[in-house]
């Protein structure tokens, strides 16, 4: 007879949760993209997503003084940086040089077909130099049998 490792016939028992499923929004299937480049623009977005179908809109987050797309500050990072370089700076400049690109933008497909299609060849992948994420901007709450 097999010896059944412990724990294994309770794991077995359990029901698994399903993964979430992509949901629609009103007009489309949205997707998330994450690690834009501050310098993107629309276009670049656009020309990236659009060989795998028609995007229908696009969204970046923008900064309201720079316009660039908006970055934050990694402070894992900041803290490995030597700080007496940046009294010699302004603030704000020595905040820019310590910053790393965390931008995002909303990409809006018609079809499910070519936001998947973008999803598994796009993920990943570079935009501008940086890398960037792409998954689903909405999906529907895993259903749990009761």
Known sequence: M?????????????????????????????????????????????????????VRAVHVNLDRQTGAAKVRTDAREAAGRARPACRARSLSRCDASLSRTQGYALVEFA?????????????????????????????EPAKRDA
């Open 111 to 139: 079809e499910k077909k070519e936001a998947e299609s973008a999803i598994a060849a796009l993920d990943g992948s570079e935009l501008l130099g940086s890398a960037i994420s792409v998954s689903w901007a909405f999906v």
């Open 2 to 54: 097999a010896s059944v490792p412990a724990g294994a016939a309770e794991e077995a028992a359990r029901p698994s949760v399903p993964a979430p499923r992509p949901a629609r929004s009103v007009e489309g299937w949205v997707l998330f993209v994450a690690g834009v480049h501050e310098e993107a623009a629309d276009d670049d977005i656009v020309d990236t997503f659009g060989d795998h179908g028609e």
